[in-house]
């Protein structure tokens, strides 16, 4: 989506009883590298997987702290596509974490006006996991509070050869298409993100100052707030503090100050 005009759809007055002294200014978008699971269970002595399934609870408060402030999209790194290079435990209990949650929560998520939508090459995961994710999609496809978005084996520089893809193949069907009408807009009708606008905040856990490969093309002007919190300590009123800090920021899009 358009880059120059996310200050502006920044959301204003919704209601947000269950979530006091928040600013007006809120972004349209938090994108959120969810990191520092491994890290919270060995330094409790216990296997890398406790931190993952521990992680599940602060996905489940952030869900529901976005629903109260008024944040109407949310992107959740769930899994990367370099995340295969883990240990196959590793792997197997995550997609499981996976599929529980999306078992478990589907009602919740769908009384709450969640709608949920994945991002990433989901047709490599499990074709139970794959199927759970379709029929959640698809269950919740009218819902319009709050779109949370999962990305699943999601690599960014993928998507984009993925989006370069399709429109390779446009302009072989119809040539000159390409010339006529590629523009910024049009390439991101080509990626995942297909209609969401890009990320206004992108928040990672853990204290690691990267991006991981998560959403390259969208985050161009994203705000990054990083904190040392690992995810499973990571609170909704530290999701709030973020939301804060965000509304100091001044975004500058390249121009000068106002
Ligand atoms: C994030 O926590 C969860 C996933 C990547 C799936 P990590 O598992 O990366 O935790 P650390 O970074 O090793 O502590
Ligand atoms: C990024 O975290 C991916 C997810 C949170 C799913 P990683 O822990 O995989 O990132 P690196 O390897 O430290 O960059
Ligand atoms: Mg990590």
Redesign the pocket.
């Known amino acids: 989506m358009s880059l120059s005009s996310d200050a502006a759809k920044d959301t204003a007055n919704r209601a947000r009883s269950d979530a006091p002294d928040l600013p007006q200014r809120l972004p349209q978008h938090v994108a959120v590298?969810?990191?520092?699971n491994?890290r919270w269970a060995t330094e409790r002595g216990l296997p890398r997987v406790a931190g993952h399934q521990a992680g599940v609870q602060t996905v489940r408060e952030i869900v529901r702290a976005s629903l109260d402030a008024g944040v109407p999209v949310l992107t959740l790194?769930?899994?990367?596509q370099?995340?295969w290079k883990?240990p196959k435990d590793e792997v197997g209990v995550l997609m499981d974490l996976l599929d529980h949650f999306i078992v478990r929560e589907l009602d919740d998520l769908e009384r709450q006006g969640v709608r949920l939508r994945t991002i990433g090459r989901t047709e490599a995961l499990p074709p139970r996991t794959l199927e759970k994710i379709r029929d959640a999609e698809k269950r919740t496809s009218t819902n319009a509070k709050l779109t949370l978005v999962i990305?699943l084996n999601?690599g960014a520089r993928t998507e984009i050869l993925d989006a370069v893809r399709q429109l390779m193949r446009r302009a072989a069907a119809d040539p000159g298409s390409a010339e006529r009408a590629l523009d910024e807009a049009v390439f991101s009708e080509h990626l995942y993100t297909k209609g969401l606008p890009d990320p206004d905040l992108l928040i990672r856990t853990?204290g690691?100052m990267?991006l991981?490969?998560?959403l390259l093309w969208q985050m161009s002007y994203t705000e990054i707030y990083i904190t040392r919190k690992y995810?499973p300590d990571f609170t909704r009123e530290d999701y709030f503090e973020a939301l804060r800090e965000y509304a100091t920021r001044e975004r500058r899009f390249g121009d000068v100050s106002a």
């Not at 590298?33 to 520092?36: C, P, R, S, V």
């Not at 790194?77 to 990367?80: H, M």
């Open positions: 590298i969810m990191d520092g491994g790194y769930a899994f990367s370099e995340n883990r990305a999601y853990s690691e990267r991981s490969n998560f995810w």
